[in-house]
């Protein structure tokens, strides 16, 4: 039987410093995504981890993507000779003839888990996908990385609170929270149902779980026929927040495509990138074909900005997709991230700020124009960005004086996607015919 990877491995390869020193090329041969090791490493900088975490975390993650079968002891002196790491792969074959004897057979590395994880985990089991680690946690929703058993492929599961997505409508304001969460669930599953485009993330399929796991799909085939599944919530006085147990312990499940990274990730560590004319051209134009698509199907996104503009690295080529659909700005600020990078700002338009009800696909336009303005421009802090989009909201173009000076060739398309007037934006059609 192979010998899988377990804790006394990573004791081992601690003895190695020049594996300890090229840790970040031993995570690239191991597979391991970009977007992993930007968390990892900002871990590591501020303190948060130690180099037995991250040699830790790299075998896991390796196991998690390859399996107990394939990623064996003798797999991983393979890929460490590969890299040229030979006193690493050395100690690790010594350590192997030394407890070949005395230990018949070794566990391997657990993936812990908390509570919370676990409920999500045995809810996924049942749909036969594995949790391989939670990748982000925002307000009212969780985005897992998972493992298919039927075909193999890895995706990433968003599982949404609906106690708490109207708990924070409600609260936020929206008139009829129960209304607008009908709206976003029947986006959702628009999206899944549309053909794919190479620019917008893929969504496989989307399910509820807990307790009004039946009546929610349900309602959902039938929305004109049936009452509404949650009765107290909407004869509740509008200045009462009412969330019933029921609310609170259901779920809604979204299948996506698992990408590598997103924009405001991938400009933290390529900062050289901020400014280059081609870099942003052909981020842009991704962009722009993605929610065209999205737009002739009638859909508003109306939530773009960095952390939702995801990509896939594959060499020197950046595939660009739109994710992250049906949340809306009438919610301000309801899916935080944790960290307080850019991405987590608001990139929205003067009509959404503001609240209009009426606002048209001209509003993701404004919220692209603010996108490109940060790929063409290094700003020193996230405040210094914080004011800046809000005096462009505003009407107020200085950076975009600056902009013309520095590029001039985008000055003007840029321009005209930040107008305050939403009909005089371009479409997503006419604003690629510009570039």
Same mark, same amino acid.
């Given at each position: 039987?192979?010998? +899988? ?13 020049? @594996? ?8 690239? #041969?191991?597979?391991? +995504? ?25 075998? =896991? ?11 064996? /002891? ?23 003839? $030394? ?5 018949? *057979? ?15 985990? =045995?809810?996924? *089991? ?22 298919? !058993? ?8 968003? $599982? ?13 304001? #929206? #008139?009829?929270?129960?209304?607008? @969460? ?7 599953? /628009? ?29 959902? $085939? ?9 009765? /107290?919530?909407?004869?509740?006085? &509008? ?13 809604? %499940? ?34 722009? %074909? ?27 080529? !950046? ?10 700005? =009438? ?42 303005? /940060? ?34 060739? *985008?000055?003007?398309?840029?321009? #005209?996607?930040?107008?305050? &007037? +939403?009909?005089?934006? +371009? ?9």
């Amino acid at each position: 039987m192979a010998e +899988p990877v377990n804790l006394e491995h990573i004791k081992v390869l601690l003895q190695d410093t020049t @594996f300890l020193n090229e840790w970040k090329q031993v995570s690239d #041969a191991l597979g391991i +995504p970009a977007r992993d090791l930007f968390s990892m490493n900002s871990k590591l900088n501020s303190g948060n981890a130690t180099m037995y975490d991250v040699i830790q975390w790299m075998l =896991e993650t390796w196991r998690g993507r390859n399996g107990n079968e394939v990623a064996t /002891v003798a797999k991983l002196i393979s890929v460490l000779e590969s890299e040229d790491l030979r006193n690493a792969a050395d100690l690790l074959k010594d350590f192997s003839k $030394r407890s070949a004897a005395s230990t018949p *057979q070794t566990r391997p590395i657990p993936i812990e888990m908390s509570t919370q994880d676990n409920a999500a985990s =045995e809810g996924m *089991q049942q749909r036969n996908l594995v949790v391989l680690e939670r990748l982000d946690q925002g307000t009212f929703s969780e985005v897992f990385k998972v493992r298919s !058993i039927f075909d193999n492929k890895e995706y990433a599961i968003k $599982r949404i609170s609906v106690g708490q997505f109207l708990l924070l409508t409600k609260t936020s304001g #929206a #008139a009829d929270a129960f209304e607008f @969460f009908s709206k976003f669930m029947r986006e959702v599953l /628009v999206m899944a149902k549309l053909p794919e485009h190479p620019n917008i993330v893929a969504y496989r399929e989307a399910w509820f779980e807990g307790t009004l796991q039946q009546t929610l799909t349900e309602w959902l $085939r039938r929305p004109e026929s049936m009452p509404p599944p949650t009765p /107290v919530l909407k004869d509740a006085p &509008k200045r009462q927040i009412v969330v019933t147990e029921a609310e609170k312990n259901t779920f809604m %499940c979204i299948k996506m495509e698992l990408m590598d990274t997103n924009l405001s990730q991938w400009y933290e560590l390529h900062p050289d990138r901020i400014g280059d004319f081609e870099t942003t051209k052909t981020i842009t134009k991704q962009i722009l %074909c993605g929610l065209a698509s999205i737009h002739g199907r009638k859909i508003i996104h109306r939530d773009l900005k960095p952390n939702n503009i995801l990509l896939n690295l594959r060499g020197n080529e !950046i595939i660009v997709k739109i994710g992250d659909f049906g949340l809306s700005r =009438e919610m301000p600020a309801v899916d935080t991230s944790l960290t307080m990078q850019v991405g987590g700002r608001s990139f929205s338009s003067p009509e959404m700020e503001r609240g209009d009800d009426d606002y048209t696909f001209k509003t993701d336009i404004f919220s692209v124009g603010l996108i490109v303005l /940060v790929t063409l421009h290094s700003f020193a802090t996230a405040k210094e960005v914080e004011r800046t989009l809000d005096d462009v909201r505003r009407g107020e173009h200085g950076i975009l004086d600056r902009i013309e000076a520095t590029h001039q060739r *985008q000055y003007g398309l840029l321009r #005209a996607m930040l107008s305050r &007037k +939403p009909d005089q934006r +371009p479409t997503a059609e006419e604003a690629l015919k510009s570039l």
